[in-house]
């Protein structure tokens, strides 16, 4: 109810004041939740809606799509001119030590050698650079005014979300000073399920938000980035520079040794 009473607040307080867009800050938890609900070769978008995450579950990224979705029925029948940017996992370099964010705790682990060399067999959703996210931001409030339907756009670094073996072995080639493994394996998909089943057991909430990024051997999650790259941001950073930046900086404020 927070989450949708804050968006919906904000397509109101346009509508009253006679703003000519507002620009919101939503997730790509509004258009999936899992690569599994229409298929891994789906290529994830405007017109998707995230059905696979519950109230009861993960709730965070339930309330996202509930927020979205709200928000945007409102601004269609109000004519305010909504434009929603679905930004995926974002990461780099923080503006203080402060900004310690929980979800970058896997990126920290995955610049360590693996206990038993194998890491989850899961995808970081649409991972994009701060940086970049903010320069779409700008590049939406100077869209010519179309007050017909809201407008939503995914922001991603890439296509292909990648994998917790991408990063592994991105950080193997930018970080050669911590002698991380070049060849990284996935753990198997049922050894995979037992643990997302077991973390299930004591928080719903994380197990239905590992459930939803778990991925088959071969497969990741796939995400339009089309119209971002036409319309806000033609050279967004590439995840290897993203996880560059943010492993510095990290370092820099000491929350990575």
């Not at 978008?45 to 029925?73: H, I, L, R, W």
């Not at 001119?81 to 896997?106: H, I, M």
């Not at 997302?196 to 239905?208: H, R």
């Not at 806000?232 to 370092?251: A, G, I, S, Y």
Request: negative net charge; charged residues 20%; aromatic residues 6%.
């Amino acid at each position: 109810e927070p989450a949708i009473a804050g968006a919906t607040n904000a397509v109101e307080a346009a509508n009253v004041l006679g703003l000519q867009r507002v620009v919101a800050c939503g997730s790509i938890f509004g258009m999936v939740g899992s690569g599994s609900e229409k298929g891994f070769d789906h290529v994830y978008g405007a017109n998707d809606v995230n059905g696979f995450n519950t109230p009861k579950g993960c709730s965070y990224a339930y309330s996202k799509m509930a927020a979205q979705q709200k928000s945007m029925e409102l601004a269609a029948q109000s004519g305010v001119d909504l434009v929603t940017l679905n930004v995926g996992q974002v990461c780099g370099p923080a503006l203080s030590p402060e900004q310690n964010n929980p979800s970058w705790e896997p990126f920290k682990l995955l610049a360590s050698p693996q206990p038993g060399g194998a890491v989850l067999s899961c995808c970081v959703p649409g991972l994009c650079d701060v940086r970049d996210v903010a320069a779409a931001h700008v590049a939406a409030l100077g869209f010519l005014a179309n007050k017909q339907e809201p407008r939503r756009y995914s922001v991603a670094s890439q296509k292909a979300s990648p994998t917790y073996v991408d990063i592994a072995q991105a950080y193997a080639e930018i970080l050669p000073e911590r002698n991380l493994p070049k060849n990284v394996e996935a753990l198997p998909l049922k050894v995979q399920k037992l643990v997302v089943k077991g973390i299930s057991l004591g928080d719903k909430s994380l197990g239905e938000l590992l459930e939803g990024v778990t991925i088959p051997e071969g497969k990741t999650l796939l995400v339009d980035t089309d119209p971002m790259l036409r319309d806000l941001v033609p050279r967004p950073r590439t995840v290897k520079q993203t996880l560059k930046d943010w492993f510095d900086n990290q370092v820099e404020f000491g929350h990575i040794a």
